[in-house]
């Protein structure tokens, strides 16, 4: 079975500073993928990034960037230039390339952002 | 850019009432899910249904639990006898099959239920 593990419960840094989330997985499949998502105080599931399980180069969207490291299952996620609306539960995600496959989620890292 | 919509955004229920939770897909996807979260836990898979059907379902969508696509839009979860412990967030989610297409589940605000 498929697991998401994400060791970080909560975790903090100072504005404007860089701070990386981590996240291992495990699964026996070779072609999948990957999340973090976002969930703010109002609860919605924010999609931040994805990665290709078949694609090397690491996933990049703004200040938001992953390390996908496939043979070790590792991907972290950081964030560049923290801003006070990063402030949020992150959940790092996993799901087959399958259509109708269903995500599995990690128990989530609450960042915090200090002024 | 099309989204998820659901209804409501809070839903207060005694124990043991039935409760339908509503969503209304983005509209050209095919795939819908629901998800649950307790509060302070993670994401829960419970559901997914493809071609008017479901496709696979978690030990958690018991015999309590049926999932709906009435009228080719709206997706319905019902829960026909709440326990106090189906008190949590509901999402649903859908994605494409285009071969175009991203497989992004895309996620709806979610239900917050809370049952009494």
């Known amino acids: 079975a498929q697991t998401v593990t994400q060791s970080q419960p909560e975790m903090s840094v100072q504005e404007a500073e860089t701070v990386t989330l981590s996240c291992t997985y495990d699964?026996?499949?070779?072609?999948?993928?990957l999340f973090w998502y976002k969930q703010p105080p109002s609860r919605q599931m924010i999609l931040v990034i994805r990665q290709e399980a078949y694609k090397q180069q690491n996933a990049t969207e703004n200040r938001f960037s992953v390390n996908f490291q496939k043979a070790a299952k590792s991907f972290s996620l950081k964030i560049s230039d923290s801003q006070l609306g990063d402030a949020a539960m992150y959940f790092c995600a996993y799901r087959l390339r399958n259509r109708d496959d269903k995500i599995i989620f990690g128990k989530g890292t609450r960042l915090h952002i200090l002024p | 850019e099309p989204e998820v919509t659901q209804t409501p955004s809070h839903q207060v229920t005694q124990m043991g009432q039935e409760v339908i939770l509503r969503c209304v897909p983005i509209?050209?996807?095919?795939?819908f899910y629901w998800y649950r979260q307790i509060l302070g836990q993670k994401v829960e898979f419970l559901v997914s249904f493809y071609n008017n059907e479901i496709s696979e379902k978690s030990e958690i969508f018991d015999d309590q639990f049926s999932v709906e696509r009435p009228d080719g839009s709206n997706f319905t979860l019902k829960i026909r006898s709440t326990k106090l412990e189906d008190s949590a967030m509901y999402f649903c989610a859908s994605t494409s099959v285009s071969r175009s297409s991203t497989d992004t589940q895309y996620f709806g605000p979610g239900t917050r239920l809370t049952v009494l």
């Open positions: 699964t026996s499949e070779s072609d999948y993928y």
């Open positions: 509209s050209n996807h095919l795939y």
